[in-house]
Every structure is written in structure tokens, then in C-alpha cells.
């Protein structure tokens, strides 16, 4: 089931811890702490109610899931996750400032 302020699976405790654990290829430890966006959710009860981006290991954890893992490096994913981040936020930016 989606949930409707977002359109996102609903969130399930469960999932979460697991998406947090190490994947079964992984060689070594990534962080699990997440980092808040700016980038506001459409439609949520709190109006300042922000996404909150995936920690490197839930990001390799979706790679992995989803077979796209290739020549990835856990020691890589920190970076992969600012770039990801950072990305989101610029163009969030840019999205701000267009419609202004």
C-alpha cells in the first residue's frame, strides 16, 4: 500500500532495520545515519515536514536490490550519497527559482 501523502510505500519498522543491515555481498561496514533534505513533502500533515535522504548503506542495499551494483566499492558509497544528495538539492533549488 501507497501512502497517500507522498505516493510511497507505506513505511514498514521491519524493512527499515533491514534495509539498514549489511548486504549479503557487502566486504565492509557503511554508515547507516541519515541526513535531512530542504525539499519539502507535498501533501504531508506538517507543512515543514522534510524527505530525508538514504544513508549509504540503505543506498547500496537499493543497488544491490536492484542487480545495479557492478564495480561498486563500499568505501565509494559516502560519496556517492553526498553527490545523490547534493544533486537533489541544486536542482531543487533550481526548481524554487524558476517558479519564483
Not at 23 to 29: D, I, K, M
Not at 53 to 64: C, E, G, H, K, V
Not at 86 to 95: A, L, P, Y
Request: proline share 11%.
Amino acid at each position: 500500500p501507497l501512502d497517500p501523502t507522498n505516493n510511497m510505500p507505506l513505511s514498514n519498522p521491519n524493512a527499515l532495520a533491514t534495509n539498514s543491515l549489511p548486504s549479503a555481498r557487502q566486504t565492509a561496514p557503511l554508515p547507516t545515519e541519515r541526513v535531512p533534505s530542504t525539499i519539502p513533502k507535498g501533501g504531508a500533515a506538517d507543512d515543514t515536514a522534510t524527505w530525508t535522504y538514504p544513508s549509504p548503506q540503505m543506498f547500496y542495499n537499493a543497488l544491490a536490490r536492484k542487480g545495479k551494483l557492478g564495480d561498486t566499492k563500499e568505501e565509494d558509497m559516502e560519496s556517492v550519497v553526498a553527490l545523490h544528495n547534493n544533486m537533489n538539492e541544486g536542482t531543487w533549488k533550481k526548481v524554487l527559482e524558476w517558479e519564483a
